[in-house]
């Protein structure tokens, strides 16, 4: 079993930045990947930037050269730094971990991003 608990979020204008945070606990030696999705309102949860323990990085193509995605400590904190926000960023973003050779998904809670234009 995997906890996962979300740090950040709020309310930003467009073009400013934002940091998010995630810290695991349980089973964290078995997390291979960590990483953020988002889903906005009336749509499906999309992957928005994923780090596997091995340190390869994956980001959507709508993110790519905004979003940073980074983990600490002993692997079990993943970071997500967010530049020149937009409005379509605007969604709840959910921190993710990829557990054990059958990757089973584990969620935080979410955490809201809301950016005014």
């Known amino acids: 079993q995997v906890q996962l608990v979300e740090f950040g979020g709020g309310l930003v204008q467009a073009g400013g930045s934002l940091r998010l945070s995630c810290t695991a606990s349980?089973?964290?030696?078995?997390?291979?990947?960590m990483g953020w999705y988002r889903q906005a309102p009336g749509k499906q949860r999309e992957l928005v930037a994923i780090i596997t323990r091995a340190g390869d990085i994956d980001f959507a193509d709508s993110v790519k050269g905004r979003f940073t995605i980074s983990n600490s400590g002993a692997k079990d904190t993943v970071n997500l730094s967010i530049d020149s926000l937009k409005p379509e960023d605007t969604a709840v973003y959910y921190c993710?971990?990829?557990?054990?050779?059958?990757?089973?998904?584990?969620w935080g809670q979410g955490t809201q991003v809301t950016v005014s234009s």
């Open positions: 349980g089973s964290i030696f078995g997390i291979n990947a």
């Open positions: 993710n971990a990829k557990y054990g050779v059958t990757l089973v998904d584990y």
